[in-house]
């Protein structure tokens, strides 16, 4: 089993809608996550941190659910500029790696 | 600010040759890392160094994949002999604090990335 696993996608979805896509992670000492966007031919950026009581940066919502180890993104009214691929990242205790999921593709349809 | 650094952009070479990719980090930045990215196997991390020490090259895919950190402003990987499969784009990371230390924010910087391909 992948250390971290997501959704490949591809995503679809209409302008305006909100989507949620999930990122399970196998170890249970994994102690920090993000989710990091990359645009096509670009390199990944970071887009959010996720912290045990969820957070909220605008129209963007992260949480963590540690019992069932996974954490999820949802993006509400959605815009034609968040077509991206998102990559979920675990950091493990006393472990310095960052460890990337493959990534789920989103497409913004006008 | 500059960014992380990559040189080449892209590179086509020959089965066989040597490629050798450059990385020029954020400066103050005491992390580099050598991430590769292909659409079957994501981003893959092949080392990292700390304060221009390999601390994990766990990730390195076998010996043709060599890495130094001469200094703290200049990094390469090397792959020689190239083989077709190592066709990819090859990113450097660059950051100041990350992992579970108090205060980390998991933020790597990348550069644009090295595209490679190898016939």
């Known amino acids: 089993r992948k250390e971290v696993e997501q959704d490949p996608g591809p995503f679809n979805v209409p302008e305006g809608a909100t989507v949620a896509f999930n990122c399970t992670y196998s170890n249970s000492a994994s102690q920090s996550f993000f989710w990091y966007r990359q645009d096509c031919r670009k390199e990944p950026k970071l887009l959010m941190s996720?912290?045990?009581s969820g957070n909220e940066d605008g129209r963007f919502t992260a949480q963590l659910n540690r019992a069932s180890q996974y954490i999820s993104l949802l993006i509400r009214d959605s815009k034609l500029s968040d077509s991206a691929t998102y990559l979920c990242?675990?950091?493990?205790?006393?472990?310095?790696?960052?460890?990337f999921g493959t990534g789920t593709r989103l497409t913004i349809i006008p | 600010d500059a960014g992380v650094i990559q040189s080449p952009r892209h590179e086509v070479t020959e089965m066989g040759q040597e490629v050798t990719l450059r990385c020029k980090p954020i400066?103050?930045?005491?992390?580099l890392f050598w991430y590769r990215q292909t659409m079957m196997r994501g981003l893959e991390l092949l080392i990292y160094?700390?304060?221009?020490?390999?601390?994990?090259d766990s990730g390195m895919p076998e010996d043709r994949f060599s890495a130094k950190m001469p200094n703290a402003s200049f990094s390469t990987l090397k792959i020689q002999p190239s083989e077709p499969r190592d066709s990819a784009v090859y990113f450097c990371?660059?950051?100041?604090?990350?992992?579970?230390?108090?205060?980390?924010?998991?933020?790597?910087?990348f550069g644009e990335g090295s595209r490679l391909t190898v016939l």
């Open positions: 996720v912290y045990s």
């Open positions: 400066s103050g930045h005491d992390y």
């Open positions: 990371a660059s950051s100041f604090e990350y992992g579970d230390r108090t205060g980390a924010t998991g933020e790597l910087f």
């Open positions: 990242v675990v950091i493990n205790f006393g472990n310095e790696k960052l460890t």
């Open positions: 160094f700390n304060n221009n020490v390999p601390i994990d």
